[in-house]
Protein backbone atom coordinates (compact mmCIF):
# COMPACT_ATOMS: atom_id res chain seq x y z
CA UNK A 1 0.00 0.00 0.00
CA UNK A 2 1.31 3.69 -0.31
CA UNK A 3 -0.25 6.84 1.26
CA UNK A 4 -1.77 9.65 -0.67
CA UNK A 5 -2.73 12.93 0.09
CA UNK A 6 -6.14 13.57 -1.01
CA UNK A 7 -7.62 17.27 -0.93
CA UNK A 8 -10.61 17.67 0.10
CA UNK A 9 -13.96 21.15 -0.18
CA UNK A 10 -16.35 21.33 2.60
CA UNK A 11 -18.23 24.40 4.05
CA UNK A 12 -19.45 25.68 7.04
CA UNK A 13 -23.08 26.44 7.19
CA UNK A 14 -22.85 30.14 8.32
CA UNK A 15 -20.31 31.02 5.68
CA UNK A 16 -22.86 29.25 3.10
CA UNK A 17 -25.23 31.34 4.39
CA UNK A 18 -23.23 34.32 3.97
CA UNK A 19 -22.40 33.48 0.38
CA UNK A 20 -26.16 32.86 -0.53
CA UNK A 21 -26.47 36.06 0.88
CA UNK A 22 -24.13 38.09 -0.90
CA UNK A 23 -22.04 38.88 2.24
CA UNK A 24 -19.02 36.92 1.09
CA UNK A 25 -17.42 35.65 -2.60
CA UNK A 26 -16.54 32.27 -1.23
CA UNK A 27 -17.82 29.78 1.37
CA UNK A 28 -15.40 27.22 0.85
CA UNK A 29 -13.03 25.50 3.30
CA UNK A 30 -10.46 22.59 2.20
CA UNK A 31 -8.40 20.45 4.21
CA UNK A 32 -6.28 16.92 3.68
CA UNK A 33 -5.76 13.30 4.77
CA UNK A 34 -3.14 10.90 4.06
CA UNK A 35 -4.66 7.74 2.67
CA UNK A 36 -2.83 4.51 3.02
CA UNK A 37 -4.42 2.56 0.14
CA UNK A 38 -3.68 -0.01 -2.28
CA UNK A 39 -3.57 2.54 -5.04
CA UNK A 40 -5.11 5.96 -6.42
CA UNK A 41 -8.41 5.81 -7.19
CA UNK A 42 -9.09 3.75 -3.79
CA UNK A 43 -7.49 6.87 -2.49
CA UNK A 44 -9.71 9.40 -3.84
CA UNK A 45 -13.02 7.02 -3.25
CA UNK A 46 -12.39 6.48 0.26
CA UNK A 47 -11.29 10.91 0.42
CA UNK A 48 -14.25 11.26 -1.44
CA UNK A 49 -16.13 9.08 2.21
CA UNK A 50 -14.34 10.91 4.46
CA UNK A 51 -15.16 14.54 2.21
CA UNK A 52 -18.70 13.63 2.94
CA UNK A 53 -19.17 12.58 6.16
CA UNK A 54 -16.70 15.76 6.91
CA UNK A 55 -19.31 17.66 5.20
CA UNK A 56 -22.38 16.34 7.07
CA UNK A 57 -20.43 16.71 10.18
CA UNK A 58 -19.82 20.61 10.10
CA UNK A 59 -23.33 21.07 8.82
CA UNK A 60 -25.22 18.57 11.61
CA UNK A 61 -26.81 16.36 8.71
CA UNK A 62 -26.46 13.23 7.02
CA UNK A 63 -28.50 13.44 3.90
CA UNK A 64 -26.26 16.22 2.53
CA UNK A 65 -23.45 15.30 -1.09
CA UNK A 66 -20.53 16.80 -2.46
CA UNK A 67 -22.25 17.22 -5.87
CA UNK A 68 -24.87 19.69 -4.05
CA UNK A 69 -22.31 22.02 -3.39
CA UNK A 70 -19.86 21.22 -6.43
CA UNK A 71 -17.35 20.18 -4.21
CA UNK A 72 -14.97 17.36 -4.77
CA UNK A 73 -11.18 15.63 -3.81
CA UNK A 74 -8.29 15.26 -5.43
CA UNK A 75 -4.98 14.08 -5.48
CA UNK A 76 -2.25 16.17 -4.56
CA UNK A 77 0.70 14.51 -6.63
CA UNK A 78 3.44 16.28 -5.16
CA UNK A 79 3.03 17.36 -1.53
CA UNK A 80 6.38 19.43 -1.26
CA UNK A 81 5.20 21.56 -3.81
CA UNK A 82 2.05 22.56 -3.37
CA UNK A 83 0.23 25.50 -1.88
CA UNK A 84 -0.30 23.67 1.63
CA UNK A 85 3.85 22.27 2.00
CA UNK A 86 4.34 24.16 4.96
CA UNK A 87 1.21 22.37 6.65
CA UNK A 88 1.90 18.68 5.64
CA UNK A 89 2.78 17.50 9.41
CA UNK A 90 -0.74 18.59 10.33
CA UNK A 91 -2.56 16.36 8.07
CA UNK A 92 -4.31 13.60 9.86
CA UNK A 93 -3.22 10.03 7.98
CA UNK A 94 -5.80 7.08 8.27
CA UNK A 95 -5.70 3.29 6.73
CA UNK A 96 -7.78 2.96 3.38
CA UNK A 97 -11.81 1.81 4.76
CA UNK A 98 -10.80 4.07 7.97
CA UNK A 99 -12.13 6.98 9.00
CA UNK A 100 -10.69 10.05 11.06
CA UNK A 101 -11.79 11.53 13.74
CA UNK A 102 -14.06 14.56 12.00
CA UNK A 103 -13.53 16.49 15.12
CA UNK A 104 -9.77 16.82 14.58
CA UNK A 105 -10.28 17.86 11.02
CA UNK A 106 -12.18 21.33 11.25
CA UNK A 107 -10.98 24.32 12.56
CA UNK A 108 -12.18 25.40 15.57
Given at each position: MNEYLIG???????????????Y????????????DAPNEKAALDWGYEI???LLNFVNNSDGLTLEQFQ???????DPESCDW????DSFL????GEMPNLNNMIVK
Open positions: MIYHYPKDYENWLKGVEDYEAATAVYIATAHHCWYIESRMLHVKH
